[in-house]
């Protein structure tokens, strides 16, 4: 998936490249971080024009959706409720494609039910995630949830 980025994103992956790599492949392997394969610029230079280069920053990563399953929902959860909406004109129905957000989750009550060992898993994996920001004194970033209804059963995955 390819993804524009702004400057300030792309500075900042160029600074922390060396402990995300660690990360991903020794302290963390089963994070729930995007995996990154490659971060660019492209510049296009302005000739006979007092403008400045234009630049485009961009990365490219995997699908964390790429998956036979259809996903009936999609929700990009931060922790807070301010300003964590989706709009939705009245007349128009939700895209599923369109990620969800803080907000929009509380109003559905979804609920996702998980194995207690798999949950233990997924809160020490998050756990972990938290602490690499942390350390990389991130403090905006966001857990994007994918849901596939099991409609026979009424269960989800």
């Known amino acids: 998936m390819l993804k524009t980025i702004r400057r300030d994103e792309f500075k900042l992956m160029k600074r ?4 995300y790599y660690d990360h991903l492949t020794k302290e963390n392997t089963d994070t729930l971080i995007s995996r990154i394969f490659g971060l660019h610029k492209i ?7 007092l403008k400045a280069d ?10 964390v959706f790429n ?3 259809k996903i009936d929902k999609r929700y990009d959860l931060k922790g807070s409720t301010r300003g964590r909406t989706t ?7 939700r895209d599923a494609t369109v990620a969800m957000k803080d907000l929009d989750f509380l109003a559905d009550k979804t609920k996702i039910k998980v194995d207690r060992t798999i949950k233990s898993k997924l ?5 972990k995630d938290a602490d690499f920001f942390a350390q990389c004194n991130i403090i905006d970033y966001s857990l994007l949830v994918g849901i596939h209804a099991l409609k ?4 989800v995955q």
């Open 16 to 19: 922390i490249l060396r402990q």
């Open 43 to 49: 510049i296009f230079k302005r000739k006979h024009t």
């Open 54 to 63: 234009k630049k485009i920053y961009f990365c490219i990563m995997n699908n």
């Open 67 to 69: 998956t036979h399953n």
């Open 87 to 93: 709009y939705f004109p009245p007349d128009v129905p």
């Open 123 to 127: 809160l020490e994996v998050l756990r």
């Open 152 to 155: 026979e059963r009424n269960q």
